[in-house]
């Protein structure tokens, strides 16, 4: 991977831990607070809800205490007299008071005149709850009195839970206009907690809420919610969905046992505005992550991977022209510009140690052609060996003569075992040409080049890289199929491409490139291994008329 890549995958792997850190923070750590925002409003509401009951108790506990505190009820509670209940207990006076309930009793609990009244339909009623004859001296709504408190703070009022509507009550004892007594008897007020007067509250307070009664006929999630709520988590949260919040809480009875649950419906205004941080917070991250990312690849393309690309060109360049004569000359004085004066350096070196061993090989040569003078007919001798030798002399690979002895012999080895023989028959492509520009040296060195990369191809022990003549060379593939001997092939081709040895005037690219036919047969009886090379000769003759630098292969029958 080049390091540019690497570069890029680095940062990009710093950025995306520090966007799952940073969006983890914000989840964990940041979005909870506005959980518990939104459960505070919430709580706020519902107690805007509560208070607003607790404020309608209390006035009707003021108004409780005008009629109960008052001359004529003190006095009408002994003498019952007509007049007081044609002037004050009309339905008007439950009209304009928005009394559902008047009951007055005396202090052993007798009824001494009562009513109850639908103030839409302006029709009586009866509840149970109040029967007309008497109430117990033990009833909730005589609880108020006590010796330890004055006479005018005596009372009771709160919720009282009827079979019909949950009822708001108050109850205080008949006293004197002064708040004397003794006490002569009880005035009880009662307001309907119907939905026509929750409507109401909800104008006042612009809370949506609910009442729920808490009662054996109330359905199985109330009274699950009911279960739950204790003195120390009085709130019950549900959060049907991502756009309302549902909170409950419990309002007791003047018993101070739970008569009803209260309920309001939250919209989720602020989780969302949480999420919408939370996401806006991440996208301009991922923005600045990548303008950062941008930046800090422009500057290291400027300041270090183009310099050390250049500085591998010209590697690269050297290795494969051996001119050592080029210098780089970066003018830097930090580490790249230290590193490429060293490479100068070591260049320079290897140019003297280069011409040097150029000194020494004429001497050398001119030795040689001393030792051929002395040693004439020896030399010819060993020139004859040469030739018969196993070995190419140029490229120290199998020559022809070894070829055509180890195609032979394969032929028959592979005619008995019934098994693929394949050749592959290669040529360089213009290296006449190559002679002319560079003359015969680098030509030489150009076969040698080229013939290690054909045998380090040829893996297999039993596999024959050699020179076949000139420029041509050919690869013999015992026990190998067409598709092999394709694979070989190709890893001959690419490995040539990869050594980049300079070819400036070749029509196909400024390197040394290969053509190559192939044939693959199993040996028999009717046929000859000469069938086999005339079959590679001739894929390598389509290969070079195809435009060279290619692969081609024939069978038997074309």
Known sequence: MKLKYKIVLILMSVFTLYGAVDYAVQYFIIFPSFLKLEAHEARQNLERAVEAIKTEVHHLDTI?????????SYSFVLSQNDEYIESNLLLSSFINNNINIIYIYDTEGRLIWGEIYDLKSKEKILLKEFPKDMLPKDHPFFSGCSNNIPLSEM???????TARYPVLISSRPILTSNNEGPIRGYFVMGRFLNQDFIKTLIN??????????????????IRNISNRLTAESPYHFERKNNNFLQIYTSYPDISANPAFLIMTTVPRDIVRSGFNTIRYALFSMMAAGVIVLLVMLLLLERIVLKPLTHLTDHALTIRNTAN??????????????TLAKEFDNMVAKIEEQTAEL?????????????????????????QELQRLAHLDGLTLIANRRCFDESLKKEWHRLMRENAPLSLIMCDIDFFKLYNDTYGHLFGDD??????????RNAKRAGDLAARYGGEEFAVILPNTGLEGAICVAESIRTDIEHLRIRHEHSSLQPYITLSMGISSLIPTQVLSFKRLVDLADKALYLSKKRGRNRINFLNLDE
């Open 64 to 72: 409780c205490h005008d009629w109960a505190a008052w001359d004529n």
């Open 155 to 161: 009372s009771v009022s709160g919720i009282f839970m």
């Open 204 to 221: 006042q307070t612009r809370v949506n809420f609910q009442i729920f009664p808490i009662s054996d006929a109330a359905s199985e999630s």
């Open 324 to 337: 050592f004569s080029v210098r780089l000359s970066m003018r830097r004085n930090d580490e790249i510009g």
């Open 358 to 382: 150029e000194v020494i090989n004429e001497k050398l040569r001119h030795d040689i052609v001393k030792r051929i003078q002395v040693e004439g007919d020896l030399q010819k001798a060993n």
């Open 446 to 455: 150009c076969l040698r080049a080229v013939a290690r990369s054909i045998s």
